[in-house]
């Protein structure tokens, strides 16, 4: 049904230990089989319905997001130089305000963050407002190849890297990004963060998606975002 084997043992897990603090409700002992395994059939069932109601939904958007034409790099390989953004705008359906705010947007992380970066929150969807220690690590990100962060819980470690993520893949060209989580539904999380922002950027920042599903995002301008489980196997031949 589209669900990984071993989220399903996850999550059988988890409703066979949620059955265990039951047990004293269970006044017949004969009946503890034929609860445990309606338990967790039942946490199983549920996991594959929710799998498939997201599926559905992914492919909704593809159909909705995927419009924008390679036109910048044809229109430069014709000319054998780099175009002007007027003459980009006279061969695309974007205007020449469009175009500088994208290039705005590629050279400054924090403009695009602060100016285009949407989230849900408790009075609906509203732009993200980056605190200094978050604008801190942004740069940082993008200056460095590699990093380890130490840092508290809840200071939006999560919503900054989707963030980052986004940023390099919208504005790079055949680029690699991969999330790995403890588990793999932690990491596709943290993808699902980054498609949320995707969704409500303007058309004419967002390249066009050639795949688009729960664990793994491949754009038209060759970049791709994927989600795993770490394991001993994780990111070979990414």
Known sequence: QGVYVE?????GNVALAMAMEMFDC???PDEMEGFLSKMVMDAMEQSIEVEMSESQQDQEIV???N???KAAKELAEDLRRPVSVSELAKETEFTEEEIEEWLKCKNDILYFAEKYCKLMTPQGIQHIKLRDYQKLYLKHLEKNRLSIYLA????SKTTM???FMLHYICFNVDK???VLGNKRKTAVEILDKAKKIFIELPYYLRPGVYKWNEAEIVLDNGCRLMA????INSGISF
Do not use: F, H, P, Y
């Not at 989220?7 to 999550?11: A, F, K, T």
């Not at 508290?152 to 200071?155: D, G, L, M, Y």
């Not at 795993?228 to 394991?231: G, H, P, R, S, V």
């Open 63 to 65: 159909e909705k997001v």
């Open 67 to 69: 419009k924008i034409a």
């Open 26 to 28: 269970i006044e017949k």
């Open 176 to 178: 690699n990004a991969l």
């Open 152 to 155: 508290c819980r809840q200071c």
């Open 161 to 163: 890297s989707s963030i």
């Open 228 to 231: 795993e489980a770490t394991t």
């Open 7 to 11: 989220d399903l043992i996850g999550e």
